[in-house]
């Protein structure tokens, strides 16, 4: 492409109510782009996407901005660079995901989140509090594959994802 710009394609005009789109990202991929794109393709604020979760399709409602409170209790996990922090509805869950307090509950492991346990502390929480449901909030530099990996995790854990916001 030596520079140019992709710029009106008309992919946007093309797409109709119920077409499937099948997005393909490489593994460093930002969500946050993965959101953008999905989003212009949609033309809306929020979207609601089908999302493979241990082999099962979930939808799981995306956008930007403040996530909506849900009917009913439920956990926020948020993703950024440094692990993986969760919020039940009594407040913060501290580091190593045993008691209440402030940090993040699942501190990044060398270079990669630590599923397993962000797996664990999603468990510990659904048997002390009965919370599962689950909204998550992505720091935007955060990669798809995370993400995805992210959800897979705390599924196996026992939770069910709602929607994701990226801040």
């Not at 989140?113 to 449901?133: D, F, H, T």
């Amino acid at each position: 492409m030596d520079g140019q710009a992709i710029t009106g394609v008309g992919l946007v005009g093309q797409i109709q109510r119920g077409d499937q789109i099948v997005l393909s990202t490489d593994d460093e991929t930002p969500f946050s782009n993965v959101n953008e794109v999905l989003t212009v393709l949609l033309d809306g604020n929020k979207l609601v996407i089908g999302m493979t979760v241990a082999g099962k399709v979930q939808k799981v409602e995306l956008g930007k901005g403040h996530l909506q409170p849900p009917h009913e209790p439920a956990l926020l996990i948020m993703v950024v660079t440094a692990g993986i922090g969760f919020k039940a509805p009594g407040g913060n869950v501290a580091p190593g995901c045993q008691t209440p307090g402030e940090g993040i509950a699942i501190p990044r492991t060398d270079q990669e989140q630590n599923y397993a346990g962000a797996s664990a502390c999603i468990s510990r929480l659904k048997a002390a509090a009965g919370v599962w449901r689950y909204h998550m909030a992505v720091d935007q530099r955060i990669p798809f594959r995370e993400v995805d990996a992210t959800v897979n995790a705390l599924n196996a854990g026992g939770g069910q994802l709602v929607g994701i916001r990226v801040f």
